[in-house]
Every structure is written in structure tokens, then in C-alpha cells.
């Protein structure tokens, strides 16, 4: 069984950073495109960033490029992400999410099928 647990987030000013973990167990993390995704009130869930079997990222837009960086680390089968100069408009629950195993496609439109619980970042002006 395949299970996925955030932590990292929390209350922090416009301008912080914060780094975002995704503990996975069950899994080989090598063998799956992961990723981050954020769902803010009222709003639909949105890709941020994702990362392929290769290690390849793939972020959702140039803002989310600039500011936040998504890694692995297949031995403590750990998911990251960094974010800095966080904005009022980051305020969201952050999920990370699994593909696979060795499922063909890793992208923004790919069904991931595994997710975790989320963490919350509220960040104030």
C-alpha cells in the first residue's frame, strides 16, 4: 500500500520560504513521476511542479519555475519542494502525488494515483 505524508508547511510572512517534504512508504520512489499540487479555498487544484523517473522537473509555469524547486531523493524516498519569496497568493494545501509504477507519461494531465493528505502554507502580506 502505497502511502504519501507532507510536512514542511506552516505561517509565514510574504517574501519566506519554506521547504515542503513527502515521506512515501510502500514504494520505490524511482519507479514513479511524483509531484507537487496545491488547492487553494475556493479554488480548483493546480499543478505546481512534477518530476519524472529520469529526475527531469517539469514546473507549471514560469512563476512557479523562478520561485520553487522540485527534488527527490530515491534512497529516503523523500519528495521536495522549495519555495522562496512566497507570496500571499502561495496560501494553498499542498499535495504531493505518485504515478505509477513505470506508468508511460509524466506531465500535468497525467492521472496520478496516489496522494497524499496535504499541508497547509498560509502566507500573509
Known amino acids: 500500500q502505497v502511502q504519501l505524508g507532507e510536512s514542511g508547511g506552516g505561517s509565514v510572512q510574504a517574501g519566506g520560504s519554506l521547504r515542503l517534504s513527502c515521506a512515501g512508504s510502500?514504494?520505490?520512489?524511482?519507479?514513479?513521476?511524483v509531484g507537487w499540487f496545491r488547492q487553494a479555498p475556493g479554488k480548483e487544484r493546480e499543478g505546481v511542479a512534477i518530476?519524472?523517473?529520469?529526475?527531469?522537473?517539469?514546473y507549471a509555469n514560469s512563476d512557479k519555475k523562478d520561485r520553487f524547486t522540485i527534488s527527490k531523493d530515491n534512497v529516503q524516498n523523500t519528495l521536495f519542494l522549495q519555495i522562496i519569496n512566497l507570496k500571499p497568493e502561495d496560501t494553498a494545501t499542498y499535495y504531493c502525488?505518485?504515478?505509477?509504477?513505470?506508468?508511460?507519461?509524466?506531465?500535468?494531465?497525467?492521472?496520478?494515483?496516489?496522494w497524499g493528505q496535504g499541508t497547509q502554507v498560509t502566507v500573509s502580506s
Open positions: 510502500g514504494y520505490t520512489l524511482s519507479e514513479y513521476c
Open positions: 518530476i519524472g523517473r529520469d529526475g527531469s522537473p517539469i
Open positions: 502525488a505518485a504515478r505509477g509504477p513505470r506508468l508511460v507519461g509524466c506531465n500535468f494531465a497525467s492521472r496520478f494515483n496516489y
